[in-house]
């Protein structure tokens, strides 16, 4: 059975006499480790390698990467940020990992960060404004809680700058959507429309979440460390109500792949990019429903405080958006609900349903 170690790096090597030996090594330091996995004199060894490391980091940009990494401010943040964050630390510990605290403090450091993100965000401005900030992150905290005097990198400028205020998805580009989208698609869109809500929040909503009139649930994006997010009651529209009353229910969460399993962040995004292309819509994104949905929960009878409690809008944007949108969009509850109808597998309950209307309207 193969096993993996974090950090270890586990080399076999087949000797002479045909036996194969397996070594293990210390990814950071390259140190062999000695003794086999779990023992205490494995255990020993990865320490001292983490010492040497430690020691070998001290008043570099590398130790203060590792010192950030153990502070309450880094286990307030989302593990998928932290994620991310490491992948950018590992670029700029290849980059600059070695460079010590006074050479971090001068302006010929923020030059030549300056210069690669200039250049970098060329192509691809909004990884290059990430790479920095993430960066420049470290720095005010070693400057406020640290060793540093201070931050070079404080007030850099942005490369990309995006004014979405005034993106929101109109009824021809829900139409086209849902003209293309596999039946998972139509379900999220019909969620996010209703909702507002965040697509991390949509991938975790469950069943236990709606009473049948409501859906309550606690928003994920404040949710860092043992800090709960934001307790949201969502009052259902006409359309959602009945969509949720009739829908299948393949598990205990709401939305499901077609097998009903959870959906991964990652596999989502790839199919809603992919029915966007199908579709023909390059310039909006997953989270610019909210606007939309802005004049969806004016019309299920909800006033501007209720909205922005839901949205998150501030009261000018959402009464700017009704006052813009609304006789747009006062078809687009119905009309997407339509849609997802269509496709459908008819159950029982639903089935039942449709006849008895049919009988009595015979």
Same mark, same amino acid.
């Given at each position: 059975?193969?096993?993996?170690?974090?950090?270890?790096?586990?080399?076999?090597?087949?000797?002479?006499?045909?036996?194969?030996?397996?070594?293990?090594?210390?990814? !950071?330091?390259?140190?062999?480790?000695?003794?086999?996995?779990?023992?205490?004199?494995?255990?020993?060894?990865?320490? !001292?390698?983490?010492?040497?490391?430690?020691?070998?980091?001290?008043?570099?940009?590398?130790?203060?990467?590792?010192?950030?990494?153990?502070?309450?401010?880094?286990?307030?943040?989302?593990?998928?940020?932290?994620?991310?964050?490491?992948?950018?630390?590992?670029?700029?510990?290849?980059?600059?990992?070695?460079?010590?605290?006074?050479?971090?403090?001068?302006?010929?450091?923020?030059?030549?960060?300056?210069?690669?993100?200039?250049?970098?965000?060329?192509?691809?401005?909004?990884? !290059?404004?990430?790479?920095?900030?993430?960066?420049?992150?470290?720095?005010?905290?070693?400057?406020?809680?640290?060793?540093?005097?201070?931050?070079?990198?404080?007030?850099?400028?942005?490369?990309?700058?995006?004014?979405?205020?005034?993106?929101?998805?109109?009824?021809?580009?829900?139409?086209?959507?849902?003209?293309?989208?596999?039946?998972?698609?139509?379900?999220?869109?019909?969620?996010?429309?209703?909702?507002?809500?965040?697509?991390?929040?949509?991938?975790?909503?469950?069943?236990?979440?709606?009473?049948?009139?409501?859906?309550?649930?606690?928003?994920?994006?404040?949710?860092?460390?043992?800090?709960?997010?934001?307790?949201?009651?969502?009052?259902?529209?006409?359309?959602?109500?009945?969509?949720?009353?009739?829908?299948?229910?393949?598990?205990?969460?709401?939305?499901?792949?077609?097998?009903?399993?959870?959906?991964?962040?990652?596999?989502?995004?790839?199919?809603?990019?992919?029915?966007?292309?199908?579709?023909?819509?390059?310039?909006?994104?997953?989270?610019?429903?909210?606007?939309?949905?802005?004049?969806?929960?004016?019309?299920?009878?909800?006033?501007?405080?209720?909205?922005?409690?839901?949205?998150?809008?501030?009261?000018?944007?959402?009464?700017?958006?009704?006052?813009?949108?609304?006789?747009?969009?006062?078809?687009?509850?119905?009309?997407?609900?339509?849609?997802?109808?269509?496709?459908?597998?008819?159950?029982?309950?639903?089935?039942?349903?449709?006849?008895?209307?049919?009988?009595?309207?015979?």
């Amino acid at each position: 059975m193969r096993t993996h170690l974090k950090g270890i790096n586990i080399i076999r090597r087949r000797l002479a006499t045909g036996e194969v030996r397996t070594y293990y090594y210390h990814r !950071a330091t390259n140190t062999r480790l000695q003794g086999e996995p779990g023992s205490p004199e494995f255990l020993s060894s990865i320490a !001292a390698a983490v010492e040497q490391c430690r020691q070998r980091d001290a008043g570099t940009l590398g130790g203060l990467i590792r010192e950030f990494q153990q502070t309450a401010k880094w286990r307030r943040l989302a593990e998928t940020t932290q994620n991310e964050y490491r992948r950018i630390f590992k670029f700029w510990e290849d980059q600059y990992g070695t460079c010590p605290y006074p050479a971090l403090e001068d302006k010929a450091f923020r030059r030549a960060v300056i210069k690669w993100h200039d250049a970098f965000s060329e192509a691809k401005p909004r990884e !290059a404004d990430n790479r920095v900030t993430v960066l420049a992150r470290v720095l005010s905290w070693a400057t406020r809680d640290g060793p540093l005097k201070r931050n070079v990198l404080d007030g850099f400028e942005r490369a990309y700058q995006s004014d979405r205020s005034d993106k929101i998805w109109l009824p021809e580009h829900v139409e086209a959507f849902m003209a293309v989208a596999s039946p998972e698609m139509k379900l999220a869109m019909v969620l996010a429309l209703h909702t507002g809500q965040r697509r991390g929040d949509l991938l975790q909503l469950n069943w236990n979440n709606y009473d049948g009139e409501r859906i309550s649930l606690r928003q994920g994006k404040s949710r860092r460390g043992k800090i709960e997010g934001r307790l949201v009651t969502i009052k259902c529209t006409r359309a959602l109500k009945e969509t949720l009353d009739h829908l299948p229910k393949r598990s205990t969460l709401i939305l499901t792949t077609k097998t009903g399993k959870a959906f991964k962040k990652r596999y989502f995004a790839l199919q809603w990019e992919k029915t966007c292309r199908e579709a023909g819509i390059e310039d909006l994104h997953f989270h610019d429903i909210r606007g939309t949905t802005v004049t969806m929960l004016f019309q299920a009878g909800c006033n501007l405080g209720e909205i922005v409690s839901i949205t998150g809008h501030c009261l000018r944007r959402a009464q700017d958006i009704l006052d813009k949108y609304l006789a747009r969009t006062s078809t687009m509850a119905d009309n997407a609900i339509a849609k997802f109808e269509n496709v459908l597998e008819t159950d029982s309950a639903k089935h039942t349903a449709k006849q008895d209307r049919q009988n009595h309207a015979k």
